[in-house]
């Protein structure tokens, strides 16, 4: 049986509309049946009952819903390539700002229209600057990029900065950083993982988040919590004041799209996901003039869709663009809905609806589902039924479906805090404890401690306060000073790909989250030289941190604490054991002096346009960044210090120095430091010469000696590393101990406020199960300025709260569907 039913697709050649009976989005609200006038590509009027002019065609849009012209804020598409452009467009994207691909500076961005006729819609732009790393060239390392890119800056004039951080959270703070330091204007694409450094996000950068969500993780307990909680973390965001764009980048197909937005919606306002991917990005454009809402005067580009955007039955019906209309669905305007037909002497009911992808009809009642759509033929058993958007012959439009109910998630669900902070607290007392003193060990004694600070310790001391530790037959500690880490550090610790890179900063990628610095309070450790690798003659500039768990990455950083810039001789920086096939000078032991040379003759002729590995270098021989270098063998070191004097400099510490003992007086007469390792000997070709009595030797030359761990796993047992040296030379046990507290922070000239517990001094200590130099011993607590950052009995409980989390999200992973 056929129905006719004349069709008429061609749009007319007018410019002039009224869309009628449509759901309109404004800024804060819909109009409900509402009517939009178009004269000439632009918005003539908009609202209720408005008199529709003479010269429109009427457009019924009953049951639609008209969206301001979506605005894909960051793209890679090509912008020469129309299919790209048409799939975004097929999304509801009406403009959208393309951006290069693939290299950290990637020009400047384009601002189309998604039109078949490839339009600019601005000349404003923004540079795009990617934190992403190469393989072989400068920078391989995330500290060399960011570098690159402040040195970049440094060069050109630029105001509008787009940075891509790679997936990074820490990034996002980075790229803030960067933006106040260049009193940049910048745009930041995110990560949806904002949600674990939201305490130090700020509000006055523009902000874009993926709707491509993480969708696939192993089985660690950090990427699972990714996992979940990035759809939560727009919604957390808005609730913590903070405003975003929405970007599809990454998302392939137009159902994958609609789904992310949906499972947004679930989450928070639907308003506010409008908001941002119409207004907001329009005003991050500037654009916003003529763009991003639905008001009168602005050009006349509409999303629409055939229902409430986010129910899940709904799709994208018609883009406007400029008030050119591209129509995105095979269906006709009016098609969804119920349908009277008359046929002869009998009347069929027709109901038209969509279950998920799938196109259901009704007739009577019967359901088929085996229905097929082409052309605008609806084809449904025997029947044939001819649509169009205008109305059709011996059918009536009865109703359009009801409109579906966007279900939300009612309970609110915000990241687990498994490492909590322990309070603070204003007045402390540590009662009967056994106490060790720089240079003796006192029993049963007491230490008062006072915003954050050491203020007495002694026998039986009187003060009231907040909280009381009962240490009675626990050790006393100062917090242990690790003098050489490579800890903390996001991406390669090395910038490997040049010889002389001092311009790279290791407080740039210090990472927070690394969980070494937990594992390291749990050994006793308080503070940290993080330093570049050794991979160059002259590499990046160190740091020093406190291992404050849970505090952000700025927290962390000893505010008082010298610079330091890292050296190395010997095989590593000759590459001796890397890249075989590299052409990267220096070859040899003999060219490492010599580029070290090179490098400082020509800082010390340096003028002219800012440069930041001079700027670094000038700095050095100005005496403002202390030389701290790796090394191991003695004839190398004595070369280092004949031939920093050709510029009135020395170095400040040799690190490892594992043949020191041969050169203690030269040492001691230079003034130059030692931190080494326990008794570490015959590993490779430059330790041959190695002997476990070098810090004991060193030190009873004079030269100021310490231990140091060069290692996350050995950082956890530098007390045991201490005591092994009473085998090796020293007799008294509070002497070892200062090569891992007193000695180190004598070096870095921090013993006025580290490395002991004296009155004055930063309350940095440690409570022990045990005499601290025992392999047996373990860590009870640590404490740095007076504030809890570890404790056995609470970790003992974490551990199992993080295999119950841990089951329950792999669980939810495995089970998922939303």
């Known amino acids: 049986m056929i129905i006719l039913l004349f069709f008429q697709f061609e749009f007319p050649k007018i410019s002039n509309y009224a869309i009628v009976n449509a759901n309109i989005f404004l800024k804060d609200s819909i109009i409900r049946n509402g009517t939009i006038i178009v004269k000439n590509g632009k918005i003539y009027e908009v609202g209720k009952n408005i008199k529709i002019p003479k010269d429109v ?74 934190f992403q790393t190469n393989k072989e060239k400068y920078p391989v390392s995330l500290m060399g990029t960011i570098a690159k890119i402040r040195q970049f800056l440094y060069d050109e004039n630029l105001k509008n900065v787009l940075f891509l951080t790679n997936k990074n959270e820490l990034n996002v703070l980075r790229a803030q950083k960067i933006a106040d330091e260049f009193k940049l204007n910048s745009l930041i694409f995110g990560t949806n993982k904002e949600f674990r450094v939201i305490e130090s996000l700020k509000k006055n950068q523009n902000l874009v988040l993926p709707l491509k969500f993480i969708d696939s993780v192993s089985d660690n307990l950090n990427e699972l919590i990714d996992w979940k909680f990035s759809k939560e973390n727009a919604r957390i965001l808005i609730e913590n004041g903070y405003f975003f764009a929405l970007s599809s980048n990454g998302i392939k197909e137009q159902n994958e799209f609609l789904k992310s937005l949906r499972i947004l919606a679930k989450r928070m306002d639907e308003n506010k996901i409008i908001l941002s991917l119409t207004l907001i990005p329009a005003k991050m454009l500037g654009i916003d003039n003529n763009y991003g809402s639905i008001e009168k005067g602005k050009i006349a580009n509409f999303t629409i869709a055939d229902g409430n955007i986010f129910s899940k039955n709904s799709s994208i019906f018609e883009v406007w663009i400029n008030g050119f209309i591209y129509r995105i669905s095979k269906y006709p305007r009016k098609f969804f809905g119920d349908w009277e037909v008359r046929m002869n002497d009998s009347t069929l009911r027709l109901k038209i609806y969509k279950e998920g992808k799938s196109l259901r009809v009704k007739v009577n009642d019967k359901v088929y589902s085996n229905v097929h759509f082409e052309n605008n033929v609806l084809e449904v058993d025997n029947y044939k039924f001819y649509f169009s958007d205008d109305g059709c012959l011996n059918c009536k439009y009865i109703s359009e479906l009801e409109e579906e109910e966007v279900k939300k998630i009612m309970e609110k669900e915000n990241p687990p805090k498994i490492y909590k902070l322990f309070p603070t607290f204003k007045t402390i007392l540590i009662k009967n404890g056994i106490i060790w003193l720089p240079d003796t060990i006192l029993e049963n004694a007491d230490i008062f401690i006072k915003n954050g600070k050491i203020v007495e310790i002694g026998k039986n001391l009187n003060f009231n306060a907040e909280y009381v530790i009962d240490a009675t037959n626990k050790h006393i500690t100062p917090g242990i000073f690790d003098a050489h880490s490579h800890i903390a550090i996001d991406g390669d610790v090395n910038e490997w790909s040049e010889s002389i890179t001092p311009e790279v900063r290791v407080i740039d990628v210090i990472n927070p989250f690394d969980i070494n610095i937990y594992r390291e309070l749990a050994g006793g450790v308080t503070t940290a030289h993080i330093m570049h690798g050794s991979a160059n003659a002259i590499g990046g500039q160190n740091v020093i941190i406190k291992l404050k768990w849970g505090f952000p990455a700025d927290s962390l950083v000893y505010k008082d604490s010298p610079r330091t810039i890292k050296f190395a001789l010997g095989e590593n920086p000759k590459r001796s054991n890397w890249l075989e096939n590299s052409d990267r000078y220096p070859r040899s032991r003999l060219g490492v002096i010599s580029i070290i040379e090179d490098a400082l003759l020509r800082a010390k002729n340096y003028k002219g346009k800012k440069n930041l590995r001079m700027e670094a270098l000038k700095e050095i021989l100005n005496g403002k960044i202390q030389i701290h270098c790796h090394a191991y063998r003695q004839d190398e070191m004595l070369a280092l210090m004949e031939s920093l004097k050709k510029f009135g400099i020395q170095v400040r510490m040799f690190h490892h120095a594992l043949e020191a003992y041969k050169i203690s007086k030269e040492l001691k007469r230079e003034n130059v430091y030692v931190s080494t390792f326990s008794d570490w000997w015959s590993y490779k070709f430059e330790a041959y010469d190695a002997i476990p009595y070098n810090a004991f030797i060193t030190t009873k030359n004079n030269v100021l000696t310490s231990l140091n761990s060069d290692s996350p796993e050995l950082a956890r047992r530098l007390n045991s590393e201490a005591g092994k040296m009473l085998k090796y030379g020293f007799t008294k046990e509070t002497d070892v101990l200062k090569l891992i507290t007193i000695n180190p922070a004598k070096q870095f000239s921090l013993d006025k406020f580290v490395g002991s517990l004296e009155k004055g001094k930063d309350a940095d200590f440690v409570i022990w199960n045990g005499n601290p130099l025992s392999p047996y011993s373990i860590v009870l607590e640590t404490w740095i300025e007076g504030r809890k950052f570890f404790d056995r009995e609470e970790d003992l409980r974490i551990r199992k709260e993080i295999k119950l989390l841990k089951e329950k999200l792999m669980n939810e992973f495995k089970n998922y569907s939303e």
Do not use: A, C, H, M
Request: proline content about 1%; glycine content about 6%.
């Open 57 to 130: 065609l009427v457009l019924d849009y009953s049951g639609k819903y008209i969206y301001p012209g979506f605005i894909e804020i960051i793209s890679e598409i090509s912008s020469d390539t129309l299919k790209e452009i048409k799939k975004l467009r097929n999304f509801g994207f009406t403009i959208v700002q393309i951006i290069g691909k693939d290299s950290i500076l990637r020009g400047f961005t384009k601002i189309i229209f998604t039109e078949d006729s490839i339009k600019k819609v601005s000349e404003n732009s923004y540079f795009v600057i990617s």
